[in-house]
Nanobody, 119 residues
């Protein structure tokens, strides 16, 4: 079993910055994929950024150039640096990971953290 704990959300003015963190804990696992999703009120959850097992990084068009995803393998933690925030970035942000345990793959979600951008 793996637990993901998110931190770093909050209220920020347009143009500001925030950094989200997602720490994974558990035993005998290795992390393959790390990602961030978000869900705005009344909308479907959407992918924001992703790092594949091979290290390739993908961003949603709406955040490319403003957001940066990264991971610290030693800490089993991944991050989302958000700058140039816009009111339309307001959403609950969820971290996501795929881990390998005993030769099998499992996916986990964080609890979500609210990001609110005021105009």
């Amino acid at each position: 079993q793996v637990q993901l704990v998110e931190s770093g959300g909050g209220l920020v003015q347009a143009g500001g910055s925030l950094r989200l963190s997602c720490a994974a804990s558990g035993s005998s696992f290795s992390i393959d994929v790390v990602a961030w999703y978000r869900q705005a009120a009344g909308k479907q959850r959407e992918s924001v950024a992703r790092i594949s097992r091979g290290g390739s990084i993908n961003y949603a068009d709406s955040v490319r150039g403003r957001f940066t995803i990264s991971r610290d393998n030693a800490k089993n933690t991944h991050y989302l640096e958000m700058s140039g925030l816009k009111p339309e970035d307001t959403a609950v942000y969820y971290c996501y990971t795929i881990v390998a345990i005993g030769g099998r793959k499992y996916q986990y979600w964080g609890q979500g953290t609210q990001v609110t951008v005021s105009s």
